[in-house]
């Protein structure tokens, strides 16, 4: 299992900027892919950036140019860059872990393991 613990959330106005961290631990080495998500009042959680470990990249289509990520494998941490931030970037910030998981069968299972997040704020 895989333990993720979120932080650097808070209130900021807009177009400031505001980098979250993600720090695992636990069984690390089967993590394959890491990805951030946000889920705003009232509305579905989605995917907002994701790094796996061969270090591709995915970025949301609506947040290419502001958002980015990054990781430090010494530090076992996936980093969210947000700038130029927006009242609608307002959101509770999660990630999560993908990791392969061999079943006594052979078969192969994909676990997701998830951060409690941390709330993001942006004042108008």
């Known amino acids: 299992q895989v333990q993720l613990v979120e932080s650097g959330g808070g209130l900021v106005q807009t177009g400031e ?3 979250l961290s993600c720090a695992a631990s636990g069984n690390i080495e089967r993590i ?3 990805t951030w998500h946000r889920q ?17 990249i995915n970025i949301a289509d609506s947040l290419k140019g502001r958002f980015s990520i ?7 941490t996936v980093y969210l860059q ?14 999560s872990a993908d990791s ?3 079943l006594p069968t ?3 299972e994909v676990r997701r393991d998830w951060g409690r997040g941390t709330q993001v704020t942006v004042s108008s």
Do not use: H, Q, W
């Not at 990054?70 to 076992?76: I, L, M």
């Not at 609608?88 to 990630?95: P, W």
């Open 106 to 108: 052979g078969e192969y």
């Open 70 to 76: 990054s990781r430090d494998n010494a530090k076992s």
């Open 100 to 102: 392969t998981i061999i």
């Open 82 to 95: 947000m700038n130029s931030l927006k009242f609608a970037d307002t959101a509770v910030y999660s990630c």
């Open 17 to 19: 900027s505001l980098s």
């Open 40 to 56: 705003a009042p009232g509305k579905e959680r989605e995917a907002v950036a994701g790094i796996t470990r061969g270090g591709d």
């Open 32 to 34: 394959t892919a890491m």
